[in-house]
């Protein structure tokens, strides 16, 4: 393999979907969030396996996402944005056909008088603190509102990844007391807020990063392969050392070998002398400094050196890979950079992009 290639299978993308969407029942909707180019994998390929495999309703972060998830759908699949009807927003709101989630007082006045009539939703802080409305201004707006028919009513988990925290009942019982008997459809559960169970799943469900195989949702498919072609090797006597800084001194006779990929392709620094890439189930670990394009790596070990070695794979997914540079598998998927051979996988399609 000449170039470093980023694989993503969308047929694991779909077969998530529809996991997640077992999980609650029939009658509760599961859309798709594909912010943030579908977490970095690509929306316009995401969103077409994701509408194949049935998602009707799909949640972008702003209105330009919105475009582009448009684009690759054309009509009729219903887009929500998160940030709900920013300035300047209007024309594409109107025109794609895009539904805002309102979230503010100043959000709902612009939406009514410029758009009056066209669809949007709202989202509520029940404790969060960053979207939506607060309580206050729920309740003196409610009644205004749901007379302009809003198709859904949100709210956002802050800690629904940790089962057993107090945060998720006291968030639950406060969408609860602001939206009992409203007679709109609400939807409350993310990936996390899916796995908490039915009573956190209302009428729609919006999973993300399950889709992408992250978790919190442990039984996903793997989703993303990425496999950095071995430039050169090279043989490092001890006391030599590899790499900026003399990142690493060798203690033995080593052979090392620099692959194609590093911090400008969204691989941290922190993966220096830390993380793992792998021939295959013989893990190589990452030894000096990842620099801006190459990374070196110690395959001492092993008896022919391949062509290639897989940072991202069955071996080690995103999150194994977050957990070495303290982030989570959201930020090593959308740092995922623009230089990579992007291959999509899938029983059906087959493609470069
Ligand atoms: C990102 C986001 C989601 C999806 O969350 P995951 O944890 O990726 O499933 C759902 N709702 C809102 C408001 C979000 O910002």
Redesign the pocket.
Known sequence: MATSTLTIDLDAIAANWRALDRMSDPTTQTAA?V?ADA?GLGAKRVVRALAEAGARRF?V?VAEEGAAVRQALGPGPQINV?SGHMAGDTEMIHDLDLTP?LNSVDQITRHLESLPGHPFGI?LDTGMNR?GLEAEEWEALASLMLDANPELV?S?LAC??EPGHPMNEAQLAEFHAMTDGIGVPRSFA?????LLGPEYHFELT???????G?R?FVDARPVVGLSLPVIQIREVAPGEIVGYSCGWVAEQPSLIATVAAGYADGLTRRYSNAALLWDGETPCPIVGRVSMDLITVDVSHLRDVPRSLDLLGMMQGVDDLADVAGTIG?EVLTSLGHRYARRYVSATTRGQM
């Open positions: 969030v912010k977490y949640f972060a998160l989630m989202q979207l949100m956002h629904s990844d993310a990936t996390g807020g899916i919006r999973p993300g990063v399950g889709l992408y992250g919190p959201y």
